[in-house]
């Protein structure tokens, strides 16, 4: 997303917006100086968002989250508002902390959003790591030239291919394939990713075989790997410990108890209300318990 583009003006989807992309993007370059305090208030903003693979700066981000904060507000309390208005009932009190919570929750939303693209890419970077790096072993091995070679995998490898076009593109302009490949390792969030560019840097520079390199860092990627395969294992024991208790004996046996203790007290409950209630809360339980446990499912290439 970058501030002035016109292109990326119309094609730009600015999150938990209820403003049009356009509209956020105009009143935002006329907010620069806001972005800047914003800016100010959240230092690692900058990493953060080389991380994530943007090319905004930390001022036009900014202003972007304080416009889409704003305007939130200002709309849901035109909502309130108008609702107020037509049922004549007073709403303030109830408007102003929903448009607190929404402008709170929007703004920080928005500010956060970098740092989850960034975990996400160095989930995508680790995931393809080992495949694109066996073609680039495979490559440099058949003779042709490490250039040559990166530029095979600028493509098919998700994040990966998207680095090495960046670094491909820094080559093409001038800049040397040390540098390129450092400046890529700098901004890159991805341990792994990092030692794999510092191994072919350092061979660059001390003249030595990177496919020596390249193989050696391979087979401790994939000895990683391994290792994070067997820790899920011993990982699943403790959760299915964790999910029979939450999911299957806590529910039956707490409302078991629930119903005894409510007869001694004369307290008697809608079952339409309590019934999906509880349906309700046992599905939104697995869900995320399901999300979570796929979540640190290790990727096998």
């Known amino acids: 997303m970058i501030i002035g583009n016109q292109d990326w003006r119309q094609n730009m989807k600015v999150p938990f917006s209820l403003l049009p992309a356009p509209a956020v993007m105009f009143i935002s370059r006329r907010m620069l100086g806001v972005g800047s305090v914003v800016s100010k208030m959240f230092p690692g903003l900058k990493l953060q968002l080389l991380q994530a693979g943007t090319k905004e700066t930390p001022k036009e981000y900014g202003a972007v989250a304080f416009v889409v904060a704003l305007s939130n507000m200002i709309i849901l309390g035109l909502i309130f508002a108008i609702v107020g208005i037509v049922a004549k009932v007073d709403v303030m009190l109830l408007a102003l902390g929903a448009c607190l919570v929404v402008g709170g929750f929007s703004f920080f939303t928005i500010i956060m959003m970098p740092g989850v693209t960034a975990s996400r890419r160095v ?5 393809n790591l080992i495949p694109s790096m066996r ?20 493509t098919g490898y998700g994040e990966v291919s998207v680095e090495f076009k960046r670094i491909v593109d820094h080559i093409n302009v001038g800049v040397s394939e040390t540098d390129a490949i450092n400046e890529a390792s700098k901004r890159n969030l991805s341990f792994k990713f990092r030692r794999v560019l510092w191994q072919i840097s350092n061979s660059l520079t001390v003249g030595s075989d990177i496919s020596v390199s390249l193989s050696d860092m391979i087979e401790e990627l994939t000895k990683e790997k391994l290792d994070d395969i067997r820790r899920y294992g011993q990982e699943l024991n403790p959760w299915t410990m964790m999910y029979m208790m939450l999911a299957v004996i806590l529910p039956s046996l707490g409302i078991t108890i629930a119903a005894i203790i409510l007869s001694f007290l004369n307290i008697a409950l809608p079952k339409m209300i309590v019934m999906p209630g509880i349906i309700l809360g046992l599905m939104g339980f697995q869900i995320v318990f399901i999300q979570f446990v796929k979540s640190r499912r290790p990727v096998v290439d």
């Open 135 to 154: 073609q680039l072993l495979i490559e440099v091995r058949s003779g042709v030239t490490l250039f040559q070679a990166m530029t095979s995998i600028t």
């Open 123 to 127: 989930k995508s970077l680790d995931n």
